[in-house]
């Protein structure tokens, strides 16, 4: 009897132990396979966390060929570029920078975004995207003869970044472009003065310059606007796409645009309409264009989106 009264009771005590094994053992089984596995705390790569998409431009920019072909030439796939507007592609790095999430954007500079936010460009190591550009001011044929202080001021225009920066903080902030222009003016008159020399005034003569809504070209159109109108020229800038604004200058219907960015985003223009214009040269030296996120985004080159 004591040996079955034994038995009886060492039961239950070798069923609990052997449990409490078993759950010991789950839980390193459950908790090593978590480990392995990530569990929840796996976090996403950059390309789940913005849903593969690159926030770009209007479709007609060359910024947009260039980083599509940057897409094949990083061999992105899974990647897509969204179409759309400069507006547009601030008004989602600004959404996202102020909710710290990451975001992947068409980049160039100069742009005011730069010095609103703290941003960083993806490096490049196959150099897609070229080297450093420069924006040109471009004159129809026969320009000079038929407007020669006109002529003579678009080829004379040359600033930097930092004057640029000037008006498109301004316009940024909500100032009217011609304001912001007519304020950046009477406040340079030594640069202006520089554009200006030995040029002679006008009576109303009529000058049609165009631009694309970039934010540069916005601030340097309304400048040379503003110093061609003080001139005496009665001035129409008028906004138009890339493709429209190089034909407009190839056939005539515009003067001039100071909107050429070269030699590698409006490449494929410079080349359809070559010989139908006048290249007056630089305007603005050392822009850049490429893939831009905010500095808090821990990936650091295009590599990094594979």
Avoid at 68 to 94: C, F, R
């Amino acid at each position: 009897m004591k040996k079955t009264w034994l038995s009886f009771l060492m039961a239950p005590a070798l069923a609990f132990g052997l449990a409490a094994c078993g759950s010991d053992e789950a839980g390193n089984t459950n908790e090593e396979e978590n480990n392995n596995s990530g569990g929840t705390e796996t976090e996403a790569s950059i390309g789940e966390q913005v849903d593969y998409e690159i926030i770009g431009i209007d479709p007609g920019a060359g910024i947009m060929k260039a980083t599509a072909n940057v897409l094949e030439e990083y061999e992105l796939e899974d990647w897509t570029l969204v179409e759309g507007s400069g507006a547009a592609m601030t008004a989602a790095l600004k959404k996202a920078y102020n909710k710290e999430e990451p975001v992947i954007v068409t980049g160039w500079s100069p742009h005011w975004k730069f010095s609103k936010f703290d941003l960083k460009y993806l490096e490049d190591p196959k150099g897609t995207y070229g080297e450093e550009e420069n924006i040109h001011s471009i004159a129809r044929n026969g320009l000079a003869e038929d407007h020669p202080s006109a002529h003579q001021v678009l080829d004379n225009f040359y600033w930097d970044e930092a004057d640029m920066n000037d008006v498109m903080v301004q316009i940024t902030d909500g100032e009217d472009p011609e304001k912001a222009a007519r304020a950046w003016v009477d406040a340079n008159p030594d640069k202006v003065a520089e554009w200006t020399e030995g040029v002679e005034k006008v009576d109303g003569d009529e000058i049609k310059i165009g631009y694309v809504a970039w934010d540069t070209e916005i601030a340097s159109t309304n400048v040379v606007g503003q110093v061609l109108t003080d001139l005496g020229y009665d001035v129409t800038l008028s906004q138009v796409e890339a493709g429209p604004m190089w034909a407009g200058v190839a056939d005539g219907s515009l003067d001039a645009h100071i909107a050429g960015w070269l030699p590698l985003t409006h490449a494929d223009y410079y080349s359809e309409f070559e010989g139908d214009f006048e290249d007056l040269g630089a305007n603005l030296e050392g822009t850049k264009i490429g893939l831009v996120v905010p500095s808090y985004v821990e990936i650091d080159s295009i590599e990094d989106l594979k």
